[in-house]
């Protein structure tokens, strides 16, 4: 007999990689609310990081929903 619902793990591994993706997301706000008007070379490559650390954590909340059986369809057009 098939699970109707994720086991309680994944659910739980699903929240954590929820919360990481969004504390990712609110530290590029808080960069962004502290830029100055004019960036210089040293904000560019935190802006970049902090870029590529929110990716990496939305890329895992994705394959965490994958896993707990929250699958979607693509949303890009064929």
């Known amino acids: ?3 109707l619902y994720p086991a309680a793990d994944e659910r739980e591994l699903l929240r954590q990689a929820a919360t990481a993706h969004t504390a990712a997301a609110a ?3 808080a960069f962004l609310r502290r830029l100055p ?3 210089d070379p040293a904000d ?3 802006y970049a990081n ?3 650390r929110e990716e990496r954590a939305r890329a895992d909340r994705q394959a965490a929903a994958d ?3 929250l699958l979607l ?3 890009e057009s064929e």
């Open 1 to 3: 007999m098939t699970d």
């Open 27 to 29: 530290d590029v706000e």
């Open 37 to 39: 008007e004019v960036p």
């Open 44 to 46: 560019v490559t935190e």
């Open 50 to 52: 902090l870029l590529s």
């Open 67 to 69: 896993a707990a059986g």
């Open 73 to 75: 369809p693509s949303l």
